[in-house]
């Protein structure tokens, strides 16, 4: 059964996450930011991709979901992490690039990891829903 995992495991699973964030934001991002753009991305959305993990396990860990819970979540995360980079992206176009006003691009930063924490929220809320009915039966 997948949700007699101990929780030893998705604590683990949270630390690491954890980890890997903060290694990837604070050590590779601002090593190759200025000079190289492409493995910059590849590390921020490894950095993205952990940083929705951790949201996710904390879903798992400490949502009390009903029986169905509503997705309305990670529909808005999802809208929000869009909206957020397309902004980033227009602001770009403008002329207000990364290396010109970088303060420009703190508002679809925040945007962005405010959906990606959103998405991996409701994600994580709606697997342990999905576990709690599958031991019901």
Wanted: hydrophobic fraction near 55%.
């Amino acid at each position: 059964m997948v949700s007699s995992r101990p929780p030893w495991l998705l604590s683990l699973l949270l630390g690491s996450a954890l980890l890997s964030t903060i290694v990837f934001h604070a050590r590779f991002v601002p090593r190759y930011f200025p000079d190289d753009l492409f493995t910059t991305s590849l590390f921020l959305f490894a950095g993205w991709a952990t940083f929705a993990l951790v949201f996710y396990v904390l879903g798992r860990l400490f949502s009390e979901p009903g029986p169905i819970p509503s997705m309305r979540s990670g529909d808005i995360g999802t809208a929000v992490f869009l909206v957020s980079l397309l902004l980033s992206l227009f602001l770009d176009t403008l002329g207000f690039t990364f290396e010109a006003v970088l303060e420009a691009h703190v508002l679809p930063a925040l945007g962005v990891y405010v959906g990606l924490a959103l998405i991996g929220w409701s994600i994580g809320q709606r697997t342990k829903a999905i576990n709690q009915i599958s031991t019901s039966d």
